[in-house]
């Protein structure tokens, strides 16, 4: 799960995925903006047909934030 | 030679208009031939030759008619139509020239240039605007009309401009610091947010010291003091352009601020919003954070007092100190209606939400 996720990052962000890392946080990567957030989030909804709630949204702030909420959906 | 006329169709229409020719000019036509169509408010009639013979049309095709006007001529003998001057005859018909033009679309008129002939060709007796925009469509079907949001949207940018007597402060921020306490601040409280929040937290901590900022205009010569800061934003996420309103932004800290956001956000973009997302908005924030957007002066949305534009981030070179820094720069705009704020009340209003952002905003 862990690599679709970067894969979908990837994609989203439209960056190398190696670029990417467990470690890859908002705050540090200028292609994750509020509006790529979005975007991310719809793509990851899609991928694994679920749904964040607004909540959730606002405390996606690093690749391990996101991963945990995922986790906890499937 | 036998006259071809406009019938009587209706007694309480006194014209029609002539809609086709059903024949072409010099024809050899028959009694019974259906030879041109009419039309009426109330109808669509054809009319059938009463007569044998060589046809002259003398009227033209979109135009109307008072009934009894002869339209065309049929001769028995050829030698007779082409022998024919229309010219000559004293029957011959004439154009309906009585029609009134309201005054706004005598200004149209001229300001399209649209020629009698024209206006005639539309065959009504009270001309207004109205009609004469389908005359312009007709005329030149290269001509796209306007998105009718657009045109609201117009609406009231004029009215902004005619109403308010607007005036406007620019403040150059240096948020260097304030970046470093945003990264901090979401690493502690694991949530995400921008200066988009961070602002829409500062005016409502400013609220209670500026009330007269949130107010309502009313009847353009009063205006009433709002019980809270209901802070709009133009959210434009490519969905077009929404300004949901964040209500009783004075009563909430940042996360609630940004959870708000992010609910708006994903309203553009699934298109979910609902009427109450726009409702009681006293004070707006123009978001024009595209990257190099300097700054955009925006327009103050009539019924409110003032609006925010909060803009890209900047960087910029300084010597501090014999050292050379590099700073990040916020460029903060306010708009605002020069009937109930002075210059120096709208730069202490500006100071004080840079201060706030150059604090620890999350206390």
């Not at chain 1, 790529?36 to 690093?62: A, G, P, R, W």
């Not at chain 2, 008129?109 to 065959?123: A, M």
């Not at chain 2, 607007?166 to 470093?180: D, G, S, Y």
């Not at chain 2, 921008?194 to 900022?213: A, S």
Request: hydrophobic share 40%.
């Amino acid at each position: 799960m862990e690599e679709k996720v970067l894969e979908i990052m990837s994609k989203t962000f439209n960056i190398d995925v190696l670029l990417l890392s467990k470690k890859t946080s908002k705050k540090d990567l200028s292609q994750w903006d509020s509006m790529s957030h979005l975007n991310l989030i719809i793509d990851i909804e899609n991928e694994f047909n679920i749904s964040f709630s607004n909540e959730e949204i606002v405390t996606i702030i690093d690749f391990k934030s996101l991963l945990k909420i995922i986790k906890n959906k499937i | 030679m036998n006259k071809i006329i406009i019938p009587n169709v209706n007694n309480n229409e006194t014209e029609a208009e002539l809609t086709s020719w059903d024949v072409k000019e010099g024809d050899l036509v028959k009694k019974g031939d259906i030879i041109a169509s009419l039309q009426t408010t109330k109808a669509d009639v054809d009319i059938e030759s009463e007569f044998d013979g060589y046809i002259k049309i003398i009227s033209e095709v979109n135009n109307s008619y008072e009934v009894g006007t002869t339209i065309a001529y049929i001769f028995e003998e050829i030698e007779k139509y082409e022998n024919f001057d229309s010219s000559a005859d004293t029957n011959n018909i004439e154009l309906k020239k009585t029609y009134t033009i309201t005054k706004p679309a005598e200004l149209f008129i001229e300001k399209n240039n649209i020629s009698e002939s024209e206006i005639e060709k539309l065959g009504i007796s009270l001309v207004k605007v109205k009609d004469l925009e389908k005359l312009i469509e007709k005329s030149d079907p290269s001509l796209i009309e306007f998105d009718p949001i657009q045109k609201t949207i117009a609406t009231n940018v004029k009215i902004s401009h005619d109403q308010i007597p607007e005036a406007f402060i620019l403040k150059k921020i240096n948020v260097t610091e304030t970046l470093k306490v945003i990264k901090s601040t979401i690493d502690k409280e694991g949530f995400a947010f921008d200066f988009t929040e961070l602002i829409v937290f500062c005016l409502g901590k400013v609220f209670e010291k500026f009330p007269k900022f949130f107010s309502k205009i009313e009847n353009n010569d009063f205006y009433k003091v709002s019980s809270s800061a209901n802070i709009g934003l133009t959210l434009d996420i490519g969905k077009g352009l929404f300004v949901p309103v964040i209500s009783n932004s004075n009563n909430m800290n940042l996360k609630s601020i940004s959870t708000k956001i992010m609910e708006f956000k994903m309203k553009a973009l699934r298109n979910n919003f609902k009427s109450d997302d726009f409702a009681n908005c006293n004070f707006t924030v123009s978001l024009n954070t595209e990257a190099d957007t300097i700054f955009v002066k925006p327009i103050i949305f009539p019924g409110q007092v003032c609006i925010l534009s909060l803009n890209s981030l900047q960087k910029e070179i300084v010597i501090d100190d014999g050292k050379v820094q590099e700073n990040t720069i916020l460029m903060l705009g306010l708009a605002y209606d020069h009937r109930m704020i002075n210059g120096s009340e709208a730069n202490s209003f500006l100071l004080e939400i840079k201060s706030l952002m150059e604090s620890d905003f999350n206390n």
